[in-house]
C-alpha cells in the first residue's frame, strides 16, 4: 500500500464515519474506495467493515448524552443484534455476494418509503398496540426487526443505518437524535460481533483496515455534531435523500 492509496482510503473512511454518524450508508462511499484499489469484493467488503467499526465508537461517543437516559432499551436490544450478526457472518463468508447485491437498493428505498411516512406509520402502530407504550418498552416487532437488520449489517451493511432509523421512529417513536444515538450504538454492537468473527474467520486486510479506522472515528466524532445541527425534520429530509442517491447508484452498478 503506497502513499496515495494510504490517503485516498483515509479520506474515504473520514467521510464514511461522517455520513454512518449523520444518515448511515457510509459503506457506500469507503467499499467503493476498496474496491478500486485493487481488492476483490469479499475481501473489500470484510475489511471495511473492520475498518468502520471504531467510526460508530466515535459517534456514540458524541452521542453519550443521548444514550446514558437508554440504557435498557440497548440491554434488550443487544441479544437480538448480536444473534443475527453472528448469523449475518456466518452467511458472508460461504455464500457469494451477487444475490444479496440485487436486493441491497431496493432495501434502502424500502427504508426511504418507511422514514417518509414514519408518522403514519407510528399512528397505525400505537392504534394496534403494535409500538412501545411508552418509557423503556421495547414491543416485540422491533426484536423481529432488529434480529433482521443485524443479519444483514454483519452480511453488507450499506443502509443499515437507514433501515434501522426508520424502524425505531416507527416502532419506538421518539425524538430523532435519541433514535440516532440509539440506532449508532447497535450498529457498534452488530458490527463488534462482524468484526470479531472476521478477524478470526475472514479474509482481513489489516493495512488498509487500520489506516481507514482512523479517518472513521474522526468522521464519526464530527458527524454527530453535523447531525444536531440538522434537527428532526433536516435530519430526516438528508436520511431521505442520501438514501435514494445510495439505491440510484446501487441500481446503476446493477445495470452495468
Keep these: 500500500m503506497d502513499v496515495f492509496e494510504a490517503a485516498g482510503l483515509l479520506a474515504a473512511a473520514f467521510v464514511a464515519g461522517a455520513i454512518n454518524a449523520v444518515a448511515g450508508g457510509g459503506s457506500l462511499i469507503s467499499f467503493p474506495a476498496l474496491i478500486a484499489a485493487g481488492y476483490s469484493s469479499k475481501t473489500a467488503n470484510v475489511t471495511n467493515t473492520v475498518a468502520l467499526w471504531p467510526g460508530y465508537v ?53 427504508a426511504c418509503a418507511l422514514m417518509a411516512i414514519q408518522d403514519r ?11 412501545s407504550r411508552g418509557g423503556d418498552h421495547v414491543p416485540p416487532p422491533l426484536f423481529v426487526a432488529t434480529f433482521l437488520l443485524a443479519v444483514y449489517g454483519a452480511y453488507f451493511g450499506a443502509g443499515l443505518g437507514i433501515l434501522t432509523l426508520a424502524f425505531l421512529q416507527i416502532l419506538l417513536p421518539d425524538d430523532i437524535q435519541r433514535s440516532n444515538a440509539l440506532k449508532g450504538m447497535q450498529s457498534l454492537l452488530i458490527n463488534a460481533v462482524a468484526v470479531l468473527w472476521f478477524a478470526a474467520f475472514g479474509p482481513v486486510r489489516w493495512a488498509p483496515a487500520a489506516v481507514m479506522a482512523a479517518g472513521a472515528v474522526a468522521g464519526g466524532y464530527l458527524g454527530v ?28 452498478q446493477l445495470a452495468i
Design 121 to 131: 406509520l407510528s399512528s397505525f402502530a400505537e392504534r394496534h398496540r403494535l409500538g
Design 58 to 110: 466515535g459517534g456514540s461517543l458524541g452521542y453519550r448524552a443521548e444514550l446514558s437516559t437508554q440504557r435498557r432499551r440497548l440491554a434488550a436490544l443487544a441479544l437480538p443484534s448480536v444473534l443475527g450478526a453472528i448469523a449475518g457472518s456466518i452467511v458472508l463468508l460461504s455464500t457469494p455476494e451477487s444475490a444479496f447485491d440485487v436486493v441491497v437498493p431496493f432495501l434502502i428505498v424500502f
Design 225 to 252: 455534531g453535523v447531525a444536531r445541527r440538522l434537527g428532526r425534520q433536516w435530519l430526516r429530509v438528508v436520511v431521505i435523500g442520501y438514501g435514494l442517491i445510495v439505491a440510484a447508484v446501487l441500481f446503476a
